[in-house]
């Protein structure tokens, strides 16, 4: 049974810090496609940074250089650092995976979801 649990989300001021983490279970975590995708209130989820299973990654323009997007291959994990948050990163973050070859920002992509982990950031 796959299982995705994210954790690490919380309350900040704007310019602080949080680390987001991603506990992965009951799949080939290695040979998978990963990704951060965010959902604020009242519009769509969108896609935040993901990672192939070959190790690149790709990160949306709104977070690059503020967020980065890592994984351990050894622990099932799946991490996003997030740095300079702004009020506009507030949102639920989800975890989620998809088989290597359709990494991309597609929705549909990726059969598998976290329960999400809310993150506030307060001007």
């Known amino acids: 049974q796959v299982q995705l649990v994210e954790s690490g989300g919380g309350s900040v001021r704007a310019g602080g810090s949080l680390r987001l983490s991603c506990a992965a279970s009951?799949?080939?975590?290695?040979?998978?496609?990963m990704a951060w995708f965010r959902q604020a209130p009242g519009k769509e989820r969108e896609g935040v940074a993901l990672?192939?299973?070959?190790?690149?990654?790709s990160h949306v323009a709104s977070v690059k250089g503020r967020f980065a997007i890592s994984k351990d291959n050894a622990k099932n994990t799946l991490s996003l650092q997030m740095n300079s948050l702004k009020p506009e990163d507030t949102a639920m973050y989800y975890c989620?995976?998809?088989?290597?070859?359709?990494?991309?920002?597609?929705?549909?992509?990726?059969?598998?979801w976290g329960q999400g982990t809310q993150v506030t950031v307060s001007s």
């Open positions: 990672i192939n299973s070959d190790g690149s990654i």
């Open positions: 009951g799949f080939t975590y290695s040979t998978y496609c």
């Open positions: 989620a995976a998809a088989l290597r070859f359709a990494c991309s920002w597609s929705l549909s992509a990726y059969p598998y």
